[in-house]
């Protein structure tokens, strides 16, 4: 069955760090580009990171450039989003997503800028920012 998982998430006061993770089952990470989303109450989706299949390319979000980083870890199949210097307008429910690039062409600029319909989507992980 495939899956996507995420874990990590919970309340923290600004300035502080979590780290989410994105556990795969039923294929294998490093044959997709992922993309890490968040969505705020009451706003759209927002792409954040991008790490493409091969591992040589990520793209950041200019809201999370500096303080986020997207990494993978293969022999655990699962992609990390390393949260730093969190602050309250990062409040959202986190989402890891999948997309195959031996299907259609996938860059991660594209990812991020959620223009492509991802083949596998997790539940989300919350992420609470406040005093």
């Known amino acids: 069955q495939v899956q996507l998982v995420e874990s990590g998430g919970g309340l923290v006061q600004p300035g502080g760090s979590l780290r989410l993770s994105c556990a795969a089952s039923?294929?294998?990470?490093?044959?997709?580009?992922i993309g890490w989303f968040r969505q705020a109450p009451g706003k759209e989706r927002e792409g954040v990171s991008c790490?493409?299949?091969?591992?040589?390319?990520?793209i950041y979000a200019g809201s999370v450039k500096g303080r986020f980083t997207i990494s993978r870890d293969n022999a655990k199949n699962t992609v990390y989003l390393q949260m730093n210097n969190l602050k309250p307008e990062d409040t959202a429910l986190y989402y890891c997503?999948?997309?195959?690039?031996?299907?259609?062409?996938?860059?991660?600029?594209?990812?991020?800028?959620?223009?492509?319909?991802?083949?596998?989507w997790g539940k989300g992980a919350l992420v609470t920012v406040s005093t």
């Open positions: 997503a999948a997309i195959n690039p031996r299907l259609r062409i996938v860059t991660c600029d594209r990812v991020v800028d959620n223009y492509y319909d991802m083949d596998y």
């Open positions: 039923g294929f294998t990470l490093s044959d997709y580009a």
């Open positions: 790490l493409n299949s091969s591992g040589s390319s990520t």
